[in-house]
């Protein structure tokens, strides 16, 4: 019996034999009203919580980056332990939310010109929140066009949900897109007509995206919206604002080409060199592509990829990148340049709201490569009618680019010397023209434009040789558009959805 009270007695047994913090302070302040003030004040101040467990007070990073809030731990952190060598990545969210406008004439009207389902946005971003948090992936990186065009309120939406992954614990990096910045075709749609909405700038991106890349970033480039973050220990990720946006209220259009300044990507170099110097894994994240992901891409194509591909490729890799997370032509593709010894990637992730509406997840293996994997969404809280959702989003997308393609064949056109109009009329004739008894132009360009959005795309036995009929055609026009149709339907190396990718020192 007097052990048992000298045990009772020693502060020591409670923490020896694990019997908590609760009753150490019952313990220490035998006074019963003193012991309710004192446990009504700590569990207030979130110190104790009614369970018993000793936390940290304030909203702070604990052991293995378990997040802490003021008056308990993330609740994510209690279900599953997150893995911080584990990214996912998604691109291109457009998203839009239905308070602008989803139905009328004008929107309407704005659709057919787009292929994307902007309608659908938030109801897809809804399911990709949700599908990552049910995830143990740590890292969430988003490489652009973030909105529809840059209107405030769908930034402050797309903020809204990213929050909702860094309270769950995770840790989330976003970069703009052409789209994003000082866009003059912020609109919302009331019947048949389109009014101005306010957009932001570079100033206001940052601001509303801080939480998510900027306030912990180790450097910032002080000419572009560029930033580095090491989000776990030997990782370090280099964020490069690729978007031009400087005149886009001037020339009254958001500029779909990428490029870096001199100053911008000297201060890139410069961040990779830095952290190769520390022994650094580095890898980069871009809304621009860093290379042809199919081999006439910059010949047709040429404002998805960033200017001085080639030379920039090689700046990065022999400074030491490894690979660069990009988005942009809304493809599920990767592709690889091989410098000298290195190798370094262009690991293009498609569009949320483009069909096959994929995203990456991305595991740092401990013997260092990156172990990729492609997911997509296959449901959402939205009325598809009949349509299982792939199948939905599959006709939207074959339907929109079959409608757009006099569009994309006018382009090539107007190379020949004719001006937009003509062009235009007469690509749309061309697109009607049957290459097969149950298959026009138009079809068979959406066919094949569909396929390389999918990635790891091979040519149908049945569609290759009307290809190798158009190619060999005496139409220059036609041999021309062979020639594109070709290279879309001819997967380069490596692997675009399933891969390992390895990584060197």
């Known amino acids: 019996m007097h052990q048992k009270v000298a045990k009772l007695q020693n502060p020591a047994f409670y923490i020896k034999e694990g019997l908590g913090p609760v009753k150490l302070i019952v313990f220490i302040f035998k006074p019963r009203w003193l012991i309710g003030l004192f446990l009504v004040l700590v569990m207030g101040l979130g110190i104790i919580s009614p369970a018993g467990s000793v936390k940290p007070v304030g909203a702070t990073r604990g052991p293995n980056n378990t997040i802490w809030g003021r008056f308990g731990c993330a609740r994510e952190q209690q279900r599953h332990k997150l893995n911080y060598k584990k990214i996912i990545i998604f691109s291109d969210p457009h998203y839009y939310t239905p308070e602008l406008g989803t139905t009328g004439a004008a929107f309407e009207e704005y659709l057919a010109g787009d292929r994307k389902l902007l309608a659908e946005s938030n109801a897809i971003l809804r399911k990709t929140i949700n599908q990552i948090k049910a995830s143990d992936a740590g890292i ?91 989000p776990v220990q030997g990782l370090r990720l280099i964020v490069m604002d690729s978007a031009i946006y400087d005149r886009n209220h001037t020339v009254g259009r958001p500029k779909t080409e990428g490029a ?106 401990p013997d260092n490569k990156l172990r990729i994997k492609t997911s997509r969404i296959e449901e959402i809280d939205y009325d598809t009618g009949s349509l299982k959702f792939p199948v939905y989003a ?28 003509e062009a235009v009329e007469q690509a749309a004739l061309i697109v009607r023209q049957k290459v097969s008894p149950f298959m026009t132009l138009g079809d068979l360009l959406a066919t094949i434009m569909v396929a390389h959005y999918q990635g790891d795309e091979v040519l149908d036995e049945e569609l290759l040789p009307v290809i190798q009929r158009l190619v060999a055609s005496e139409s220059p026009l036609l041999g021309m558009l062979g020639e594109a149709l070709l290279s879309l339907g001819t997967d380069l190396e490596p692997a675009d959805n399933d891969i390992i990718i390895p990584l060197q020192p």
Not at 409 to 418: D, E, N, T
């Open 394 to 421: 599959k006709k939207y997308l074959t339907d929109g680019l079959r409608d757009l393609a006099p569009h994309f064949l006018a382009r090539i056109i107007m190379g020949q010397g004719l001006t937009e109009e």
């Open 140 to 230: 969430v990186l988003i490489s652009g066009d973030l909105t529809k065009d840059g209107e405030l309120v769908n930034h402050l939406k797309v903020a809204s949900y990213l929050k909702e992954l860094e309270d769950s614990g995770r840790k989330v990096y976003v970069i703009n897109g052409n789209h994003d910045i000082n866009n003059p075709h912020a609109f919302k749609f009331e019947g048949a007509q389109v009014i101005p909405v306010e957009n932001v700038s570079p100033e206001q991106f940052k601001e509303i995206y801080k939480d998510f890349g900027y306030a912990e970033a180790l450097a910032v480039d002080t000419n572009s919206l560029s930033y580095v973050v090491e």
């Open 260 to 365: 870096f300044s001199g100053a911008t990507l000297n201060w890139i170099i410069g961040q990779i060199k830095k952290a190769k110097a520390q022994g650094k894994i580095v890898l980069g994240m871009m809304h621009h592509g860093l290379m042809d992901h199919f081999s006439v891409q910059r010949r047709f194509f040429a404002q998805y990829v960033i200017k001085d591909a080639d030379r920039i490729a090689v700046d990065l890799a022999d400074a030491g990148m490894a690979a660069v997370f990009t988005g942009h032509f809304h493809a599920q593709d990767i592709t690889a340049k091989q410098i000298g010894n290195k190798y370094i990637y262009d690991v293009e992730t498609g569009s949320l709201v483009t069909y096959p509406n994929p995203y990456r997840t991305i595991e740092w293996t």
